[in-house]
């Protein structure tokens, strides 16, 4: 799976859009890039994901580049829950193989949310 | 649904014991996957089972066994305790593979 780039920590205002930038320079044509965040103590928890096109759900949005070599992650209205670190994982999705499902988790992004 | 369970919360082992940590879920998920996290780092997977009776090594599997007699469990031994293997760990199960993954609560795992 290709290698993801983020910076180690953001922060933002509570109410405001949370931008959380992702690299992964070196993404194949059949990755997918996948978010997931854990806040404190807690188990990581599965955001939104994408391969191409532009995803938005109810948790968030996620941009992806034309060339896919990078992505953000967009928390819309940012409250104190949010603080936490975000994950960007690229991973290829097959239903062949086992080992494919697995998620490579760096040290993400800790993004905290003040008041 | 409760999700993905796991038991205990907190455990604190001597070197050389040994113990199970159990997992369950209740979605029916196939695919079902154990990870250690330690202090600073990501997850790091241990094993993983992509149905029952079909389990398989991960990244770090040593000094850990699973089985996958049903769907819904996924127990991990630790055959023998070693301080190394304090971590917190986290089981997940997923729809099928390739699918997104949910994660249980973790157990909280100290070996003296």
């Known amino acids: 799976d290709a290698k993801t780039t983020q910076p180690p920590s953001m922060d933002c205002a509570e109410g405001r859009a949370a931008n959380l930038p992702c690299n992964h320079s070196t993404i194949s044509g059949n990755e997918y890039v996948y978010w997931y965040r854990q806040i404190h103590s807690q188990g990581p928890q599965y955001i939104i994901h994408g391969l191409k096109n532009n995803e938005t759900n109810e948790m968030a949005s996620l941009i992806i580049t034309e060339d896919r070599k990078s992505s953000t992650l967009i928390l819309p209205h940012a409250t104190l829950r949010d603080t936490a670190v975000y994950y960007c994982?690229?991973?290829?999705?097959?239903?062949?193989?086992?080992?494919?499902?697995?998620?490579?988790f760096g040290k993400g992004i800790t993004l905290s949310v003040r008041p | 649904n409760a999700g993905v369970t796991q038991t205990p919360k907190f455990q604190v082992l001597k070197t050389g014991q040994s113990m199970t940590l159990q997992c369950a879920q209740d979605?029916?998920?196939?695919?079902m996957s154990w990870y250690r996290q330690d202090p600073g780092m990501g997850l790091r997977l241990i094993h993983y089972?992509?149905?029952?009776?079909?389990?398989d090594q991960g990244e770090v599997p040593n000094g850990y066994n699973v089985s996958r007699s049903t769907t819904e469990d996924f127990p991990l031994r630790l055959l023998s305790a070693a301080p190394s293997q304090t971590s917190v760990y986290f089981c997940a199960s997923s729809y099928a593979t390739g699918y997104e993954q949910y994660f249980g609560p973790g157990t909280r795992l100290t070996v003296t």
């Open positions: 994982i690229v991973r290829t999705v097959s239903p062949y193989t086992g080992a494919n499902s697995k998620l490579t």
């Open positions: 979605m029916n998920h196939e695919y």
């Open positions: 089972s992509v149905g029952a009776g079909i389990t």
